[in-house]
């Protein structure tokens, strides 16, 4: 039974990692990429980094959303279904 739970607790985080990863990941190749433009010209605006990463990542949550929600949809399906196995 423990070993169920910590299976689904496992499987709850790499859910939560997936879902995340792409936002986070284009936050941060922006951020990268506006830190070396910001350091080649010589601008240092710390306000310049915001705009570029907020509608990168809103853009790259936009176009993951179908398959965000198809990976949402699908593991609490399982869960839902694994239910029984977890009353005993």
């Not at 509608?55 to 790259?60: N, S």
């Amino acid at each position: 039974m423990e070993a169920k739970l910590i299976g689904l607790g496992v499987e709850t985080f790499k859910m939560a990692l997936m879902l995340a990863l792409p936002g986070l990941l284009t936050g941060m190749f922006l951020g990268l990429a506006v830190s070396i433009f910001q350091a080649t010209t010589q601008i240092n605006e710390m306000t310049l980094s915001f705009i570029p990463k907020i509608l990168g990542v809103v853009i790259v949550i936009v176009l993951t959303m179908p398959w965000m929600l198809n990976s949402m949809t699908d593991f609490a399906t399982n869960i839902l279904n694994m239910i029984p196995n977890f009353i005993e």
